[in-house]
């Protein structure tokens, strides 16, 4: 590439519903560099790249793009000067193959027919050139995210991009992928391609990026090359306000006097075998593993949605065993999902119905009768208890808070039933760095209460955080158990095979 | 401003908010009666409003239990052949016994109808789209078959369809606005409508907080059979006779009164007040077409129209407002 790619923003605004987004940004990218950007959920970066990808319009501003004032930049012109955007979920077309989908839009073809051998020579030359090993005939459907990922990227160098904008690529990767996506982030950037890559994963910026630009209510608040800053000073750049490391939880001053939940040499298909797991009353568990280890497995047995193949489980002070979740619920254990949009959350459906739904029979008269005000009550218990950001209407729906606030009122849902014993998978995933804090303190003074808590997770920072010990897991089993000092991110990894 | 005014006010303002759905439809049918009055002097008589309300309180009747299974994400499609079915049953038990048991076996024919469907879809997992269209079919036939496709008459049984106890008003509009509260109540006030709500906004959510749904499912679609069993034996009663052909296509009436209201075919959204005033809808343009001697076969083109109409301008709106 002869002359360097340049991406020079000034001035960018931009309001939605008279509500000011982004107040001023300044962003510049340069080809054979990595920008980190930046922020907490709803702090303006999906915004600010949707403007540099000409899918909205900003509102004031200008955009410069190697020497060149535009006014307006639309998709076509974006594309035009070689900005690609990766989104998070993948536009790809997963029953074609790979080959077909790394040349799609652009198949070669003589008067209508494709020539399938040109198609397959090309998409491999430009995998090849990559440095992935792809088969070229398999479907994308039976791809994984990272194999995906790569497809898209591909696709963009393709069509000559010379600005890549990745958001958050590496949600859904494990730990392996996680390092091949930013070996071959680091090798397009050493072919002169800006890069701008979006997170709110703080451990990423150092080991991926170049420079770093953070983004607070719609401001730029840090911007610079990533070696001067130490993660402290980002996080507190990000959050406004300044937040110790990693900190373990107080020792627990009492130890748990009651059983709540113990699987016994239980197993469930190839799943997860042999497990011994026990929870008491007033402490959190850590259940920690990768994704495919078996732990989202367990905590469904555990809530009652997966029916265990051999071994036993009791669960609550009358060990009861369990069929589906409404015999959990009466034996009061609670079950926060991993997905909130898909298993949790009635998107559509007011704060107040989405707190309350579990605990609905227990409010309403004669376990039959029960009304709006009846849940806006409940429903005023908790706003503040949790801590929840929103205009404390019980009308409003759930669907317009933001993934914490949303997140804080289905904790709250068992908190309102009066769960002994909560089951939490990934309780922070897709939650902003303030809200995390309220969460795991809320867990905190939970478990100071005589809650039992078992947190499954992916996210070894959140076990060191939150629980008091950790059980750790493998392919199925339990690789090792972690108490007190030991709970540590190096020995999670570890025991982990990482 | 006295106290009193401004409590008005405030009242008026919170009825204002909560009607921001319905707005758009009062409107609709405020302008088509103004229309109507203005074309036919006939319209605006009490009387034609009591023959508005009598022609829905047939669809009417069924629509309320339909409205609750579509926010639940379900719809019932054999709600027409339901109804024949019970007035079959009522029609020829009636020849050889008494009305009473007559009328007992036939709304249990009725319910078992509802039964089949939530069995198969709630037990089996059909689709409900597939099987209350298979028994859309079956019911029909069989109906057709029990009447050996006559019409039958039933006598001295007129007193539901027809009698007028109160204010002159003919007791299927007093049974239409009963079943109105009743389902109203039920998906306002009680644990079984929220839970209906939650299932169709989200079913794997619904089952996590210990929401049954099949069981729940299930009785949804025993009560819109119930409601087309009400109804069968309504339309016997005003018309004297049984017949297979009763309620042909009146599964596109009732679906098109749900959605005007403003339910949602995908669940998770609905209402009463919504679906009366959908009724009204279409009861007032039926009505008003008649009226004003145009060919009854345009009311069809007219309702299609309106159901398509209808979604159209729910899709519009949501988009807009994303």
């Known amino acids: ?498 | 401003m006295s106290i009193l005014e401004s409590g008005r006010e405030g009242y008026a303002r919170r009825i204002l908010q909560r009607l921001p759905d319905s707005a758009a439809l009062i409107v609709f049918l405020v302008a088509e009666s103004i229309f109507f009055s203005i074309k036919s002097p006939y319209f605006l008589a009490w009387d034609n409003w009591l023959n508005i309300l009598t022609a829905i309180a047939v669809i009417g009747i069924v629509a309320a239990p339909g409205t609750l299974l579509m926010t639940a994400g379900q719809f019932d499609l054999s709600v027409g052949s339901t109804t024949a079915f019970t007035s079959v049953v009522m029609a020829n038990l009636a020849l050889s016994h008494s009305l009473g048991l007559s009328a007992v076996v036939a709304v249990s024919a009725g319910l078992g109808v509802g039964i089949i469907n939530g069995f198969l879809v709630t037990v089996v997992g059909v689709n409900a789209l597939i099987t209350t269209l298979g028994t859309l079919a079956a019911f029909r036939g069989l109906s057709n078959v029990v009447a050996k496709g006559q019409t039958v008459g039933v006598e001295g049984f007129s007193g539901l369809g027809t009698d007028r106890p109160f204010a002159n008003i003919p007791v299927p509009v007093l049974v239409l606005v009963g079943v109105l509260i009743l389902v109203w109540a039920l998906m306002r006030y009680t644990v079984y409508g929220r839970a209906m709500y939650a299932i169709g906004s989200n079913p794997a959510a619904a089952r996590l907080v210990g929401v049954r749904l099949r069981r729940f499912i299930f009785v949804g679609f025993v009560l819109s059979a119930g409601a087309c069993a009400l109804s069968g034996l309504t339309l016997t009663s005003q018309l004297g006779v049984g017949s297979g052909l009763f309620g042909v296509g009146m599964e596109l009436s009732v679906i098109t009164a749900i959605v005007l209201g403003g339910a949602s075919l995908s669940g998770g959204r609905g209402s009463i007040v919504g679906t009366a005033v959908g009724l009204m809808i279409i009861g007032t343009l039926n009505n008003g077409l008649t009226l004003t001697g145009v060919d009854p076969f345009w009311q069809d083109v007219s309702r299609g129209a309106l159901l398509i109409g209808a979604v159209s301008f729910d899709r519009l709106r949501s988009r807009l407002g994303a």
Not at chain 1, 41 to 56: E, F, P, R
Not at chain 1, 380 to 393: I, P
């Open chain 1, 1 to 498: 590439m002869t002359d360097l790619f340049r991406l020079r923003a000034r001035g960018i605004r931009k309001s939605f519903g008279g509500v000011e987004v982004l107040r001023g940004v300044d962003l510049d990218a340069t080809g054979g560099t990595v920008l980190a950007l930046l922020g907490e959920n709803g702090a303006g970066k999906s915004t600010l790249v949707k403007i540099l990808a000409g899918d909205y319009e900003a509102e004031a501003g200008s955009i410069e793009i190697a020497g060149e004032r535009l006014h307006s930049l639309d998709p076509v012109a974006a594309r035009r000067k070689g900005i690609r955007m990766i989104f998070q979920e993948l536009a790809a077309a997963p029953e074609l193959t790979v080959a077909e989908n790394v040349m799609l839009g652009q198949w070669p073809s003589r008067r209508g027919v494709i020539s399938w051998r040109t198609l397959r020579a090309s998409a491999g030359r430009i995998l090849d050139d990559l440095g992935v090993a792809l088969p070229l005939d398999a479907r994308v459907s039976s791809l994984r995210i990272a194999e995906r990922q790569v497809i898209e990227i591909a696709r963009a160098l393709l069509s000559d991009a010379r600005c890549l904008i990745l958001d958050e690529p590496t949600a859904a990767l494990s730990h392996q992928e996680v390092e091949r996506l930013f070996a071959f982030i680091h090798r397009l950037r050493d072919r002169g391609v800006a890069i701008v890559y979006i997170t709110h994963r703080l451990e990423e910026v150092a080991r991926v990026a170049d420079t770093v630009h953070v983004l607070r209510d719609g401001a730029s608040v840090l911007e610079g090359p990533v070696a001067d800053y130490v993660r402290a000073e980002l996080v507190r750049a990000m959050v406004g306000k300044a937040v110790g490391d990693v900190q373990r939880p107080a020792p627990l001053d009492r130890c748990p006097s009651t059983e709540l939940m113990s699987f016994e040499a239980a197993a469930c298909g190839s799943a997860f075998m042999d497990l011994d797991l026990k929870v008491g009353d007033g402490e959190v568990v850590g259940l920690y593993g990768k994704i495919g280890s078996g732990t989202a497995e367990v905590a469904e047995a555990a809530f009652g949605v997966r029916k265990l193949t051999s071994g036993c489980l009791g669960v609550g002070i009358d060990r009861v065993r369990l069929g589906n979740p409404v015999q959990a619920i009466r034996a009061s254990v609670g079950f926060l999902p991993a997905d909130r949009q898909r298993d949790g959350a009635f998107m559509i459906r007011s704060v107040a119905e989405n707190l309350c739904a579990p605990s609905w029979s227990r409010l309403a008269r004669a376990r039959t009768l029960i009304s709006a005000r009846i849940e806006a009550v409940a429903y005023g218990r908790w706003h503040d208890v949790l801590g929840v950001r929103s205009r404390n209407d019980p009308k409003q729906s759930i669907g317009t808070l933001s993934g914490g606030n949303q997140q804080k009122v289905l904790l709250g849902r068992w908190l309102e039933s009066g769960s002994r014993l909560l089951i939490l998978v990934e309780p922070t995933r897709g939650v902003d760095v303030g809200a995390r804090a309220e969460i795991y303190k809320s867990i905190r003074q939970l478990a100071a209460e005589g809650v039992g808590v078992l947190v499954v997770t992916s996210d070894h920072e959140e076990v060191v955080q939150v629980a008091d010990r950790a059980v750790v897991m493998t392919r199925g089993s339990i690789s090792a158990h972690l108490v007190g000092d030991q709970v540590t991110v190096q020995r999670l990894s570890m025991a982990a095979g990482e």
